[in-house]
């Protein structure tokens, strides 16, 4: 038992369960005061500080969410619990977007009913924290992990400090965020961001790309194998809800998940229970949700390809991450990062970063975001003289103005460019070209020929592969056994 032992307020009308909860919690360790309507739990909220508040929904004299709001509106620090009915899935949505920092449905599973208590103690004496992720005040990243997390996210726009800012609102919660952004602006990087200033930051990270996997396994895949439920299947295997307890289940592309994979993920959520094939019981699952789509999930509702249940269960908070041309003033910081992670990876210093570089990149659309961007720089620097930025490089590269919003400081390019129809095979077609021409040049001897483009040989092999450049079977290849260069 701890030295100053976490105070808990039960609100419950049916005398049965609140003595159950209160012996449960009372074996945890915790000092338990209890309350069977609104009236006595105002009361025991006037004389004292909890840590936690697990109320139900349905009391004699009103709903427990008005507990909840109350809290939320005088800025107490109790994080607060409330117990719905079994299938009452718009209920604990309503609880979570009013500021409840999690729910139970009933009939309550204890073990359940341990964890989420144990979770949400954590850190819930703190002044400075709140369970509400709209309040305004910032909270500051928990630990060293966290602040890693948000550093990757480069840039100090006032977009890219809102989304952080937001991201440190969030993480304080254990409701669902639905991520929403343009393909490569980084929504994975933002969803780790908010497990790793979460109380649940030591626990299981888990993303999964749920386009990427085949409509016939994806329940196995999410829910698990048992044991001689299929033919081949000779051992237990857990699926992702198992491998993310006490963690984070990031799911990635969540537009992408067929209709019957979207019901069978609904009643997971709702209920936290999952059954794994071959299984006639169900397993309690204790996980935080976190997805991400690049489409617009309200317009898929519309033409019935995304379930509204489930739409509204895993918009609990919404994120939106601004697309890379509506914060174009992060580009300089931007490159920088990506420079230095490309140097690094390929074993040379890190080149120069000419203004007009910049300039010319802030007037790309850059449809594919920073993902987009890191390719485009990747180029620049394997087409480069290995210490300077060559703006050539960039400046094929067939884009119409997108934008008349230059970093602070940079005048507008006056270079015009031809459009091809076909941009990738362009590209494609030039990098082959300067190829060819230098392995030519240095007998096909690949290392040479990687020396000479300032990358790396395995670098060197990957572009021969993709761009289907034939080798002489007779020429002098290089060090092959450098893989890991």
Known sequence: MPEKPHRILVVDDEPDLRTLYELTLLREGYLVDAAQDLEQARALLAANTYSVIITDMRLPDGLGMSLITE??????????????????????????????????????????????????????????????????????PASALGQRALAKLVGRSECMQNTKDRILKVAASMAPVMITGESGTGKELVAYAIHANSHRAKGPWVAVNCGAIPENLLEAEFFGVKKG???????????????????????????????????????????????????????????????????????????ARFRQDLFYRLNVIDLVIAPLRERTEDLPELCTALLTHIAEESGIAVPELPAEVIIQLAQL????????????????????????????????LPYPPASSKLPSGLAEPTQA??????????????????????????SFNRTAAAT?????????????TRLQIEMPTSAETGDDSDVSS
């Not at 619990?81 to 299938?87: K, N, Q």
């Not at 979570?96 to 204890?110: Q, R």
């Not at 449809?367 to 300077?388: C, F, M, S």
Request: hydrophobic content about 40%; charged content about 25%; proline content about 4%.
């Open 229 to 303: 439920a299929y033919t081949g299947a000779q051992q237990d295997r857990e699926g992702f809800f198992h491998a993310a307890r006490g963690g984070t289940l990031f799911l990635d592309e969540i537009g992408d998940l067929p209709l019957a994979m979207q019901s069978k993920l609904l009643r997971a959520i709702q209920e936290r229970r999952i059954r794994p094939l071959g299984s006639t019981a169900e397993d309690p699952v204790d996980v935080r949700i976190v997805s991400a789509t690049h489409k617009n999930l309200a317009n898929e509702v519309k033409e």
């Open 71 to 140: 809290i939320k509106t005088q800025h107490r620090p109790e994080r607060s619990v409330v117990i719905t009915a079994y299938g009452s899935a718009q209920n604990a949505v309503e609880a979570l977007k009013a500021g409840a920092f999690d729910y139970l449905t009933k009939p309550v599973d204890l073990k359940q009913f341990r964890n989420v208590v144990a979770t949400a103690v954590i850190g819930s004496t703190s002044t400075t924290e709140t369970s509400s992720f709209n309040k305004l005040a910032s909270p500051t």
């Open 417 to 442: 460019t031809s459009i091809p129809l076909d941009l990738q095979a362009h590209l494609d077609s030039l990098e082959r070209s300067i190829l060819l021409q230098v392995l030519q040049e240095t």
């Open 452 to 464: 000479r483009l300032g990358i790396s040989l395995r670098q060197m092999r990957y572009r021969i």
């Open 365 to 396: 659309p850059l449809p594919g975001n920073v993902r987009e961007l890191e390719n485009l720089l990747y180029r620049a620097v394997a087409l480069g003289d290995g210490q300077r930025l060559q703006l050539e490089s960039i400046a094929l």
